[in-house]
């Protein structure tokens, strides 16, 4: 396989050149959550070169997430959505080294599960999990993208521990008390899981990213805006 034809495009810019992607290609990424987020999150990592993808999720594919989850297919429900992801990505690039976490992630798995990847990407679905590979991500001191998404409305910030950046737990102290099932348009989780995979990518390459920011999407007025944080004093993380 043309590995310099499959990425001539990124070659072209300044910023990535042989060397970026040289990088990239070393880069070992876990994503945790195979869902709306991660879908698009999986396939752009995997399509710019990615050495190594590590997909944590648990879950099975239903017919609820075919409206945003284009990893998965009809053919696809009722099967573990990891283990499906690998498949598409296998397809896509098999360059990608994919390696499957079929568990659901716990105060006592979290830390291995970790354990040799240089970056994290918070694509779950609950604030449970997000708080939970938040504060594990802190505490082994390596970055985190973080992204949520909600009816038409999406949020991203990139955590660095090692640069004592806000984390996601600065942005929301407690979970909402009444965290339950809510509508969603397919097409807000791909520009969210989009921006997580490019903020990445930057991360990788060295370039400017989110850190100490909030990006607030808006689907219905199409806008974005950019939120300044700080660290709480008080944070449970990382004050």
Do not use: H, W
Not at 5 to 30: C, D, N, P, V, W
Not at 84 to 110: M, Q, R, S, W
Not at 151 to 173: D, H, M, N, R
């Amino acid at each position: 396989m043309d590995s310099f034809e499959r990425y001539s495009r990124q070659f072209m810019l300044k910023q990535t050149g042989i060397e970026g992607q040289e990088k990239i290609g070393q880069a070992k990424i876990l994503v945790c959550g195979a869902g709306g987020l991660g879908s698009p999150v999986i396939a752009y990592l995997a399509a710019a070169g990615i050495g190594s993808i590590g997909i944590c999720d648990f879950d099975t594919v239903n017919l609820s997430n075919l409206n945003r989850q284009f990893l998965y297919g009809y053919k696809d429900i009722g099967s573990k959505k990891a283990a499906t992801a690998k498949d598409f990505i296998k397809n896509l690039n098999p360059e990608t080294k994919i390696t499957v976490f079929e568990e659901k992630l716990t105060a006592g798995n979290i830390d291995s599960v970790m354990k040799g990847y240089e970056i994290a990407i918070d694509a779950a679905d609950n604030f449970d999990t997000r708080f939970l590979i938040n504060a594990a991500a802190y505490r082994n001191g390596i970055p985190l993208i973080s992204g949520a998404v909600c009816e038409f409305e999406g949020i991203l910030t990139a955590v660095v521990p090692k640069e004592s950046t806000a984390c996601f737990q600065c942005v929301y102290p407690f979970k909402p008390a009444d965290e339950k099932t809510f509508g969603i348009f397919g097409a807000v989780c791909g520009v969210i899981g989009s921006l997580q995979a490019l903020e990445t990518l930057k991360l990788i390459l060295n370039l400017e990213t989110l850190k100490n920011k909030l990006l607030i999407y808006d689907g219905l007025q199409n806008s974005f805006r950019i939120k300044e944080l700080a660290k709480r004093k008080n944070c449970a993380v990382c004050g």
